[in-house]
């Protein structure tokens, strides 16, 4: 839903990134800043009870993933492991969220069970992001769900952000049970799409030639 608005981001950035440019930055180099800062925010002030705080220091860094991807088509630096690259740090940012908010939780949050439901969605989207690599890896394809990860980044730290805002926990909490589900239906999409093509390529396959006699 998000990816129709990276457009109106990217122009937005765009003069950063021009910046940037002339200054000889790497592309790489903004993604690796741009994940350190996502990682500070999180397991910094997260644990701390900080939560706007928090959320507004990840914001700042968070769109680094439309400034160095800007950056690389513009100098033609766009390579294969300028991609790799990026699609490993955003698990790992992603995984620093919702580890800060299980900090949380165990800390100044105060709830075993929040602290599980935090860890279940960074389990699952982990496996989420890795259910779609590996099929396509395999010749597949699993571009399907009912969250992107855009979508449920935005929606932790939107709500986060609101419930340190306001002293309104609930709206953390509903949130964390919406992208719990919604992580977990997706690896169930994922795992029956992917299930449903091997079947149809191991229907459509040549038979062998018969046993020689």
């Known amino acids: 839903m998000l990816e129709r608005f990276r457009g109106f981001w990217t122009r937005l950035l765009s003069p950063i990134a021009r910046f940037l440019i002339r200054r000889g930055v790497s592309p790489d180099a903004v993604t690796l800043v741009g994940t350190l800062g996502v990682c500070v925010g999180a397991l910094v002030f997260f644990p701390m009870g900080e939560l706007l705080i928090g959320v507004l220091f990840i914001t700042a860094f968070v769109f680094s993933d439309l400034i160095d991807g800007f950056m690389a088509r513009e100098t033609g630096r766009s390579s294969k492991f300028g991609a790799f690259l990026d699609s490993t740090l955003d698990r790992i940012g992603d995984g620093a969220i919702f580890g800060g908010l299980a900090l949380y939780f165990a800390g100044p949050g105060d709830s075993e069970l929040y602290l599980v439901l935090s860890l279940v969605c960074l389990v699952m989207g982990s496996v989420t992001s890795y259910a779609r690599a590996r099929a396509e890896g395999l010749g597949f394809e699993a571009k399907v769900g009912i969250a992107e990860r855009a979508d449920r980044l935005v929606a932790i730290l939107v709500m986060t952000g609101l419930s340190g805002l306001f002293g309104l926990p609930i709206l953390m909490q509903v949130t964390l049970w919406a992208l719990a589900a919604a992580s977990t239906v997706t690896v169930v ?16 396959a040549p038979e062998g030639p018969p046993p020689a006699i």
């Open 189 to 204: 999409q994922r795992i029956w799409v992917v299930r449903r093509q091997a079947l149809a390529a191991q229907a459509a």
